[in-house]
């Protein structure tokens, strides 16, 4: 039998109609008609009946972070998403978001380059996912950028706009880009399909892509006062990274584009490698939420959709 990889390069051009027809059956039948195998071992920590994690569990709960991104960039360009919204669990609407005016013809052509990667990752997993594909859930962009920046810099009356200009912009896409990468790379040993992980390391790639172009762009501005904050770049991202590291745990898992002083483009352990984070870590941030209990919060102020929802669900074995 096929691969969900291996179908969705031979529906390449289906996959660009809208999710409907034999395309999208033929990923679903992949996806939610076996080609899953409950991963063996893998529970949902603190459920009083263990329930066995599947690769449709997993890649919705990448379909929620998509959401989030696409969402993102895609106000950024003024652009409507293509994809749909329905689906399993709550339909949520979008708070905040507008037209950055970009003034340098650069970072607008990598905004949209990232924009249309996001919206196909999310038309990509909807289709593989097909009616186990969760819904849009609600998403506010405003409340949240303005509690990470009060949470950032300890000030209650801090706020922050990514909308504002193209610097601020940049600074909103590393919020997201590196806790992309770490939550694909989390996930990796958590499928069981040859196919699926096939996919979400293609993912994971471009997902790299982008957050190593949007440091090298800030590290390019490192010096640069952002204007309302009076700090520089450099002090920004050090504290997001901070913000960051502190809300997913104790352990030592982000790097601000400065590292002994020098470039710091590709944050990486010692030996080279990519960092990693749980569900339950990538949750305590996007929900600005350290605790165990939290299940909503932050970017999701109505939690995500799907079986992976709380911190305490996250907790892969």
Same mark, same amino acid.
């Given at each position: 039998?096929s691969?969900l990889?291996?179908?969705?390069?031979a529906?390449?051009e289906?996959?660009?109609?809208?999710?409907t027809?034999?395309g999208?059956?033929?990923?679903?039948?992949?996806?939610?008609?076996?080609?899953?195998?409950?991963?063996?071992?893998?529970?949902?920590?603190?459920?009083?009946n263990?329930?066995a994690?599947?690769? &449709?569990?997993?890649?919705? +709960?990448?379909?929620? %972070?998509e959401? #989030?991104?696409?969402? *993102?960039?895609l106000?950024a $360009? @003024?652009?409507?998403?293509?994809?749909?919204v329905?689906g399993?669990?709550t339909?949520?609407?979008?708070?905040?978001?507008?037209?950055?005016?970009?003034?340098?013809?650069e970072?607008?052509?990598?905004?949209?380059e990232?924009?249309?990667d996001?919206?196909?990752?999310?038309r990509f997993l909807r289709?593989?996912l097909?009616?186990?594909a969760?819904a849009?859930?609600?998403?506010?962009?405003?409340?949240?950028?303005?509690?990470a920046a009060?949470?950032?810099?300890?000030n209650?009356? &801090?706020?922050?706009?990514? +909308?504002a200009?193209? %610097?601020f912009? #940049?600074?909103?896409a *590393?919020?997201?880009?590196d $806790? @992309?990468?770490?939550?694909?790379?989390g996930?990796?040993?958590?499928?069981?399909n040859a196919?699926?992980?096939a996919a979400a390391?293609?993912i994971?790639?471009v997902?790299a892509y982008?957050?190593?172009n949007?440091?090298t762009?800030l590290?390019?501005?490192?010096?640069?006062?952002?204007?309302?904050?009076?700090?520089?770049?450099?002090?920004i991202?050090e504290?997001?990274?901070?913000l960051?590291?502190?809300?997913?745990?104790?352990?030592?898992?982000?790097?601000?584009i400065?590292?002994?002083?020098?470039?710091?483009?590709?944050?990486t352990?010692?030996?080279?490698?990519?960092?990693?984070?749980?569900a339950?870590q990538?949750?305590?941030i996007?929900?600005?939420?350290?605790?165990?209990a939290a299940?909503r919060?932050g970017?999701?102020?109505?939690?995500?959709?799907?079986?992976?929802?709380s911190?305490?669900e996250?907790?892969?074995?």
């Amino acid at each position: 039998m096929s691969t969900l990889i291996e179908e969705t390069v031979a529906s390449a051009e289906a996959a660009q109609q809208p999710e409907t027809g034999d395309g999208m059956r033929k990923m679903a039948q992949i996806v939610g008609g076996g080609m899953i195998a409950a991963a063996a071992g893998l529970t949902f920590a603190g459920r009083a009946n263990a329930q066995a994690i599947t690769d &449709a569990d997993i890649l919705n +709960f990448a379909l929620n %972070l998509e959401y #989030l991104e696409a969402e *993102f960039y895609l106000a950024a $360009v @003024g652009r409507q998403p293509s994809y749909g919204v329905t689906g399993a669990g709550t339909q949520g609407t979008v708070t905040g978001g507008r037209a950055v005016n970009f003034t340098t013809s650069e970072i607008r052509q990598y905004a949209e380059e990232i924009a249309a990667d996001e919206e196909a990752h999310v038309r990509f997993l909807r289709q593989a996912l097909g009616s186990a594909a969760v819904a849009r859930p609600a998403i506010n962009f405003t409340d949240a950028f303005n509690a990470a920046a009060r949470l950032a810099f300890n000030n209650q009356s &801090a706020t922050f706009d990514p +909308f504002a200009n193209e %610097l601020f912009f #940049l600074h909103g896409a *590393f919020v997201f880009e590196d $806790v @992309g990468v770490t939550a694909y790379k989390g996930a990796a040993r958590l499928l069981t399909n040859a196919g699926n992980l096939a996919a979400a390391a293609g993912i994971l790639a471009v997902e790299a892509y982008h957050a190593a172009n949007i440091r090298t762009t800030l590290f390019r501005n490192r010096d640069v006062n952002a204007p309302g904050i009076g700090l520089p770049v450099s002090q920004i991202v050090e504290a997001l990274s901070n913000l960051r590291d502190a809300a997913d745990g104790p352990a030592d898992l982000d790097q601000g584009i400065l590292l002994n002083g020098q470039a710091n483009i590709v944050p990486t352990d010692e030996n080279g490698i990519a960092f990693s984070r749980t569900a339950a870590q990538v949750l305590r941030i996007v929900y600005l939420a350290p605790t165990a209990a939290a299940d909503r919060g932050g970017f999701f102020p109505n939690g995500l959709n799907g079986a992976i929802r709380s911190v305490q669900e996250g907790q892969f074995a």
